[in-house]
């Protein structure tokens, strides 16, 4: 059976009680096994050690003044569920994965039935009444820290798995799947805040002869240099590129212009350019060369986003027909 040790580093564990007699014997009691604590004397000061701490546990008490112990957990849970939302977006905020689900043990005289479901409705993982005792106290404590880690590495796992899910395989960049979840997020995004989109689609100049010549190997490797180059290229956190097909790139550009898109797409001719691949079938050039196209418009929550993307291709086969290596824009109207 697989056992979760508790972190090398002492737990850090939040006692919020107003009876200092009280602080001072679970402190001793905590210490003496290890953890680190830290004090409040009541609901209000606790929030803010909280915020300021994210402790490992919150061991709370009930009825103190101020600010009680049910309306304290209440507040914990909505600060809780404000650091899910932002690890959502900053996920490699490690601190905020912690403080989304730290486990709160209220630990009170109370013992009748209604304020044992009281307790746990505002969002109490664990309840213990007064007079405390002590060998309960450590292993649920231990109990609970333990859970409280396997959550974590549990919902980094799985973040670690959603994020490989949305990756190509070849490449390292975004895949289809994740590219035609992206562009639809943005497309209702930028509708309701009335900002421009922009759709670069970017295709190898006669990759199939460049495999031909050189084997399948010598392609990959010339896929992952340009994916590379992209990437380099679309800069901003907001922008995406993917691996739309084969040796088909594809690049969103949230709230840019057909301007500013057809910079991004000249820097990224330029810098495949400066790679020098080697391509000796090429009739563009010696060196593998990118042709894109352009697609911009202002999104419409009535329209659908694969008209930015038949847009696009568009203006992709447009640089084609001007002899590659180049890119065409257009703007779409919405």
């Keep these: 059976m697989n056992v979760v040790s508790l972190p090398e580093d002492p737990p850090v564990i939040l006692v919020v009680d107003d009876d200092p007699s009280m602080r001072a014997v679970i402190r001793r009691f905590m210490e003496k096994d290890g953890y680190r604590v830290v004090e409040a004397v009541n609901g209000e000061q606790g929030l803010e050690v909280y915020k300021r701490l994210q402790p490992h546990l919150v061991l709370l008490d009930a009825l103190m003044p101020v600010m009680d112990g049910f309306a304290c957990c209440t507040q914990l849970q909505l600060i809780a569920s404000e650091s899910i939302r932002d690890a959502e977006v900053f996920t490699h905020i490690k601190s905020l994965q912690d403080a989304s689900r730290t486990p709160v043990l209220m630990i009170t005289g109370l013992d009748d039935q209604e304020s044992v479901d009281r307790a746990f409705a505002v969002g109490a993982t664990d309840y213990l009444t007064k007079p405390i005792h002590w060998a309960v106290l450590r292993q649920r404590v231990r109990r609970l820290l333990q859970q409280s880690q396997l959550y974590q590495q549990l919902e980094l796992a799985t973040r670690e798995l959603q994020r490989l899910a949305n990756l190509d395989g070849l490449t390292g960049v975004a895949n289809r799947r994740r590219f035609d979840e992206y562009l639809d997020a943005e497309w209702q995004r930028l509708a309701r805040e009335n900002l421009p989109l922009s759709l670069i689609l970017c295709d190898i100049d006669f990759f199939k002869k460049y495999n031909d010549t050189y084997g399948h190997q010598a392609g990959d490797a010339c896929l992952r240099r340009v994916a590379d180059a992209l990437s380099f290229c679309a800069r901003r956190s907001v922008d995406l590129v993917a691996r739309y097909g084969g040796e088909e790139f594809a690049v969103i550009l949230p709230d840019t212009t057909v301007a500013g898109a057809s910079q991004v797409a000249e820097e990224i001719r330029a810098v495949v350019n400066t790679l020098e691949i080697a391509h000796a079938q090429s009739a563009v050039s010696h060196h593998v060369t990118l ?44």
């Design 291 to 334: 042709s894109l196209g352009i697609a911009c418009t202002q999104p419409n929550l009535n329209l659908d986003p694969t008209m930015l993307i038949a847009s696009a291709d568009a203006a992709l086969y447009q640089a084609k027909a001007a002899g590659r290596n180049t890119y065409f824009p257009q703007t779409c109207a919405p």
